[in-house]
């Protein structure tokens, strides 16, 4: 928390009150990562005095100042509804219709869209809003996440912040390499067919094998298929084995 940050007793919990462009952060890591969820649990006591909010600051932020500072990458969502950039040159508003916030639950998503960070979505008490702005700040320079207390009481019940990996994948058709990538979550493959056919599509990365059967025409009919006749003479032909195995058996002990 930024030095001089006041601890202050609310109901028998801590809460933490600023005196300008204060802070409470941890150091988080972007680096694999190419989604972050910002949940908070709590409220501003009493009513807004300056623009306290959700932010993320760059790695080379000085732990020891107030935030705003040049030389520095900074986004504040301001919970009196606007959005707050710093690049480099100190902050400017950018938008200033964001929902506002006071009390509850208040989850923000932020995505890696083209190298940048983009604030995707906010959802407060159940109420979801989308927001898809790009911020134009470069999603590696992020290092720090927490809450902006600024000039007002925060008190904070809970915060998580979550990150999502991206997992790699490889798809075959047909015995064919038909796309890869890594799945950021809405990941969907498409493919055209011009009359009823019937797709091998394997997940070599998973030791998955599944046939998918796809026919056209206004009531299409799609629907997943295990290969059963390939693993039953699989075992069968173990069994085979087995069997020719102990019969040499026999026909040593014999001997």
């Known amino acids: 928390m930024t030095p001089g940050t006041k601890l202050v007793n609310v109901s028998g919990k801590t809460a933490y009150e600023g005196f300008g462009g204060y802070w ?5 890591n972007v680096t694999d990562s190419s989604q972050i969820t910002i949940t908070f649990d709590g409220n501003v006591v009493g009513g807004f005095s300056n623009v306290p909010g959700i932010v993320l600051y760059g790695s080379n932020f000085t732990l020891s100042n107030r935030d705003g500072q040049i030389g520095n990458y900074e986004i504040l969502v301001g919970w009196n509804g606007g959005l707050y950039l710093d690049k480099l040159t100190g902050y400017n508003e950018l938008l200033y219709t964001l929902p506002s916030f006071s009390s509850g639950n208040y989850t923000m998503i932020f995505k890696d869209v083209n190298s940048s960070v983009c604030l995707y979505s906010i959802a407060i008490n159940s109420s979801i809003y989308m927001i898809k702005y790009n911020t134009g ?3 590696r320079s992020v290092g720090y996440a927490g809450i902006r207390t600024d000039t007002d009481t925060i008190l904070p019940l809970s915060f998580h912040v979550l990150s999502f990996i991206p997992s790699n994948y490889t798809v ?7 796309r890869s990538g890594f ?3 809405t990941t969907s493959l498409t493919l055209r067919l011009f009359s009823p056919t019937t797709l091998n599509i394997s997940f070599p990365h998973y030791h998955v094998y599944r046939v998918i059967v796809i026919s056209t025409g206004d009531n299409a009919n799609i629907r997943e298929e295990f290969p059963f006749i390939q693993i039953i003479l699989i075992a069968i032909t173990g069994i ?16």
Do not use: H, M, T
């Open 24 to 28: 409470l952060i941890d150091r988080i």
């Open 137 to 139: 700040i470069p999603w």
């Open 172 to 178: 075959f058709v047909n015995g064919k390499e038909f």
């Open 183 to 185: 799945n950021n979550g």
């Open 240 to 255: 085979l084995i087995a069997l020719s195995i102990r019969k040499d058996y026999k026909r040593q002990d014999r001997a």
